[in-house]
């Protein structure tokens, strides 16, 4: 089976910081592009971050100099490094696989991150 688990979200103060990390199985990670998204209550889910096989990264305007996202190939997991954390970050944060070979996308769970005072 494929599975992409999510972990590490919570409830965290403004300015402060989680990260994120995703371990996913059943294919050849190395290969896949991995990406995060979030969908805060009533909004459209959105791209937050992705890295492509070769390490090329692209974010968010929106999170661009607070986030990072990284790849360990050999753990087969994605991170997402949230610094600097704003209230309208909170959303459920979905990591996503996008298979270039095959074409195949597929999505996790879901971790909720929460940013109040």
């Known amino acids: 089976q494929v599975q992409l688990v999510e972990s590490g979200g919570g409830l965290v103060h403004p300015g402060g910081s989680l990260r994120l990390s995703c371990a996913t199985s059943?294919?050849?990670?190395?290969?896949?592009?991995m990406a995060w998204y979030r969908q805060a209550p009533g909004l459209q889910r959105e791209l937050v971050a992705a890295?492509?096989?070769?390490?090329?990264?692209n974010y968010a305007d929106s999170v661009k100099g607070r986030f990072t996202i990284s790849r360990d190939n050999a753990k087969n997991t994605v991170y997402l490094q949230m610094n600097s954390l704003k209230p309208e970050d909170t959303a459920v944060y979905y990591c996503?696989?996008?298979?270039?070979?095959?074409?195949?996308?597929?999505w996790g769970q879901g971790t909720q991150v929460t940013v109040s005072s």
């Open positions: 890295i492509t096989s070769g390490g090329r990264l």
């Open positions: 996503n696989r996008n298979e270039s070979i095959s074409g195949r996308v597929y």
């Open positions: 059943g294919g050849i990670f190395r290969t896949y592009v």
